[in-house]
């Protein structure tokens, strides 16, 4: 079972599926998201701790952003075979960066040996107007912010690429987007999960998808630029954030457009 059907598994007794948890706390929308990342999996050799660092601050950050939230806190648990001085300032200070950036505060965590480098993050934040998976609707329009593929580009330079989660584009969205979230797993594997999310489809159209680098900056997944979709009428509302439109929201199934011909796009991207 991978984690696509893992997840599937657990939806069965658990409302999950969008990028933060929302708890009603005092009248207060209060957003909760955890992940983990591994060394083998999610850092390459050649980041230096300070990448790890922030790339551990960022995942968690920009879930935050992926529903129009404003970060309060993050919290991190560590761990890995030997504590190493210069790591642990590295790491921090890129975790800081990150937090500073956001404007939220780093605040503690825990450590432990572990046999490989192992990062768990957890943020807090909350929303006025969260914004979840669930929203799309047949006519809406479908948008990206920034620059997809950058990533996957550097990645094969073997550079890495500072990401900033979009917490200022992510609130200004969600005040007109029927639905939303980050584009960590590739915008094709995001389509069909927000197409599975709302029970709706979408028909992209290749030529207006914002690429850096080829068609697999589609699928390659570490932009952490936001997918969302929102009705025609409330488009122009949206001021103060780069977007592109790409497509719309039909009843079913998810198709991309190229040099006009229309075909399905693969549910691919990042799976761990």
């Not at 290749?206 to 900056?217: T, V």
């Amino acid at each position: 079972m991978d984690e696509l059907g893992a997840i599937k598994l657990l939806s069965r007794k658990l409302d999950i599926g969008d990028d933060c948890a929302v708890l009603d706390i005092g009248g207060r929308k209060v957003l909760v998201t955890t992940d983990m990342l591994h060394k083998k999996t999610d850092f390459p050799k050649w980041l230096t701790p300070e990448m790890i660092g922030w790339r551990s601050a960022l995942v968690s950050l920009s879930d935050i952003a992926a529903m129009g939230g404003k970060p309060i806190a993050l919290v991190i648990a560590l761990g890995m075979k030997k504590f190493d001085a210069k790591f642990l300032s590295g790491f921090s200070r890129g975790v800081e960066k990150c937090c500073s950036f956001c404007r939220c505060k780093y605040a503690g965590g825990d450590l432990d040996k572990h046999d490989e480098l192992t990062v768990v993050g957890t943020a807090i934040g909350v929303a006025e107007n969260p914004v979840g998976r669930a929203g799309a609707r047949v006519g809406d329009i479908v948008c990206v912010t920034g620059t997809l593929g950058k990533a996957c580009y550097y990645f094969k330079k073997r550079k890495w690429l500072r990401q900033k989660p979009r917490i200022n584009e992510g609130q200004k969205i969600s005040k007109h987007a029927s639905a939303m979230m980050d584009i960590s797993d590739g915008l094709a594997r995001s389509l069909h999960q927000m197409g599975a999310r709302s029970r709706a489809g979408f028909r992209i159209t290749f030529e207006k998808i914002p690429l850096f680098g080829g068609e697999e900056g589609m699928f390659f997944g570490d932009d952490y630029e936001l997918l969302f979709t929102v009705p025609k009428s409330k488009l122009r509302k949206i001021k103060g954030v780069g977007f592109s439109v790409i497509g719309e929201v039909v009843k079913s199934g998810v198709w991309l457009e190229k040099n006009g011909y229309p075909g399905k796009l693969e549910n691919k991207g990042w799976t761990h």
